[in-house]
């Protein structure tokens, strides 16, 4: 049986992130037959569908996407091979996709990694964990910086902060000025919360749902900005990890004192890309600031 080729999952890699033949003919720099013929190639080896045509637009069938994500995958381990046999002694070219769930907990790591490797072309994402989590996991990001209760054995991980849970709201409520709350507290109280594919959520309601307390959601969000504007606006109570939003002029922030609510902040790869030499670089920048500011923290 004939194995697929770089060329064809190079191919089928770049038409399922463009969508359109002609988009992946221009990414990959060679004519858009080539592009087809790749692909076609490819799916006969296929036992499942893997593209949905309609019209010039091309997605990835439901059956298949698994699949994309270990094409993605093992072409990220190709470049790392190209990079190496290239350059042995710098990173002095490539790029490093890195996702975080509360960009102020990652902002000093992401500050000292750009000082440090100027030359490497960095994007972000930010979104909620569960997002993010997912993206990893299909090849999307490299890396990314994400709040969960415990360790996902899928990854190769590195804590960064354990941090209490933080509730914030418009300066002046008679509720934050205790200085101090317990999940309680909130019972039937407007809540401003994240979508449900954020950790901090996930953790905050299943704590409620033990405790038969009822969090009242009037509001969903996916940015910290609009959750911010909303609880500031006195729309209802918005949640944090500790740290993540500071008290200002406008909002009140006060963390919940219960030991169980508590989460992880944790910096993720696939465990088959950890030793890459950029992500290499950006978890031993990591484990460096840890050192300095709270002492070292083990490899989850």
């Known amino acids: 049986m004939p194995s697929v080729t770089l060329a064809q999952m190079r191919a089928v890699e770049a038409l399922a992130r463009t969508g359109k033949f002609s988009r992946a003919a221009e990414d990959l720099g060679i004519s858009q037959p080539s592009v087809s013929t790749q692909v076609q190639s490819f799916e006969e080896l296929c036992r499942t569908r893997v593209f949905i045509r309609d019209g010039h637009n091309v997605t990835v069938a439901p059956s298949a996407i698994d699949l994309i994500a270990k094409i993605k995958i093992t072409l990220k381990c190709v470049?790392?091979?190209?990079?190496?046999?290239?350059?042995?002694?710098?990173?002095?070219?490539?790029?490093?996709?890195?996702?975080?769930?509360?960009?102020?907990?990652?902002?000093?790591?992401?500050?000292?990694?750009?000082r440090q490797f100027p030359s490497l072309r960095l994007t972000t994402r930010g979104g909620p964990s569960l997002e993010l989590t997912d993206a990893v996991a299909r090849g999307e990001l490299d890396v990314a910086a994400v709040s969960q209760v415990a360790p996902d054995g899928r990854f190769s991980?590195?804590?960064?902060?354990?941090?209490?849970?933080?509730?914030?709201?418009?300066?002046?409520?008679?509720?934050?000025?205790?200085?101090?709350?317990?999940?309680?507290?909130?019972?039937?109280?407007?809540?401003?919360?994240?979508?449900?594919?954020?950790?901090?959520?996930?953790?905050?309601?299943?704590?409620?749902?033990?405790?038969?307390?009822?969090?009242?959601?009037?509001?969903?969000v996916a940015t910290l900005d609009v959750a911010y504007a909303a609880a500031a606006a006195g729309i209802g109570l918005a949640i944090s990890i500790e740290g993540e939003v500071s008290p200002d002029d406008h909002i009140d922030v006060v963390?919940?004192?219960?030991?169980?609510?508590?989460?992880?902040?944790?910096?993720?790869?696939?465990?088959?890309?950890?030793?890459?030499?950029?992500?290499?670089?950006?978890?031993?920048?990591?484990?460096?600031?840890?050192?300095?500011?709270?002492?070292?923290?083990?490899?989850?």
Request: charged residues 25%.
């Open 79 to 114: 470049q790392e091979v190209d990079r190496a046999i290239a350059d042995t002694t710098s990173l002095n070219k490539g790029t490093i996709s890195i996702g975080f769930s509360a960009h102020r907990l990652l902002m000093p790591i992401l500050t000292a990694f750009v």
């Open 157 to 220: 991980s590195l804590r960064l902060h354990q941090s209490r849970v933080a509730i914030y709201g418009r300066k002046g409520d008679p509720l934050l000025g205790r200085g101090k709350l317990t999940l309680a507290d909130l019972d039937g109280r407007d809540m401003v919360l994240w979508n449900k594919a954020s950790g901090t959520r996930t953790l905050l309601e299943d704590a409620a749902n033990r405790q038969g307390i009822q969090l009242k959601p009037v509001m969903e």
């Open 255 to 300: 963390p919940l004192v219960e030991p169980e609510l508590q989460i992880g902040h944790y910096l993720i790869t696939l465990p088959e890309c950890r030793d890459h030499a950029a992500i290499q670089a950006f978890f031993d920048i990591a484990k460096d600031h840890l050192a300095e500011a709270e002492g070292d923290l083990p490899y989850a």
